[in-house]
């Protein structure tokens, strides 16, 4: 795609990537993860779980070299969500700006953390009780449950023709 033809597109990225986000939401609010997971079931546990979902995607398409333009609509429709979100909950307009900001270094920190354990450079474990569990590690078999179904989730993922997964096919990696 040359440089004009990106800079006068016509398409509307909110559309073009609404099925994929929505999927990830969807993956990341299962049940499952906090039921069975013991993700915590709060505000920040949410986030953490979904950052761990996204993160997880964003790994995916980072292989393809075609989806730059699609990645960075993505990360604006989590930057439009996550600032209509706080925006719900009563953060002020003078302030959820440094919100967001802070949610996107957390993502950013998350997403290098995940990278690097999905590449065998960190321990898993570790990466997640340090992002998605803050620094209280769950019981045993809940940890277990979540690096089984986030690995599960990542295999899966790889395997996705990248079409299918920017139309928002991605795995279920928990039981519905």
Do not use: C
């Amino acid at each position: 795609m040359s440089l004009l033809t990106r800079l006068f597109s016509r398409e509307n990225p909110n559309i073009v990537m609404q099925p994929l986000y929505e999927a990830i939401i969807g993956e990341g609010r299962r049940p499952g993860w906090y039921e069975n997971g013991g993700v915590p079931d709060s505000l920040d546990g949410r986030f953490d779980m979904i950052a761990a979902i996204f993160s997880l995607v964003l790994l995916r398409l980072e292989k393809d070299s075609d989806t730059e333009q699609q990645t960075a609509w993505l990360t604006e429709h989590f930057v439009r969500d996550m600032d209509g979100q706080l925006r719900q909950i009563g953060i002020g307009d003078m302030v959820v700006g440094k919100h967001v900001g802070k949610m996107m270094g957390a993502l950013g920190g998350r997403l290098g953390a995940y990278r690097d354990a999905f590449a065998g450079r960190q321990q898993l474990e570790e990466v997640l009780t340090r992002n998605l569990y803050r620094d209280e590690a769950p019981g045993a078999e809940e940890l277990a449950f979540t690096i089984a179904g986030l690995r599960q989730f990542h295999d899966q993922l790889a395997t996705r023709q990248i079409n299918s997964v920017l139309a928002g096919d991605i795995p279920e990696a928990l039981p519905a």
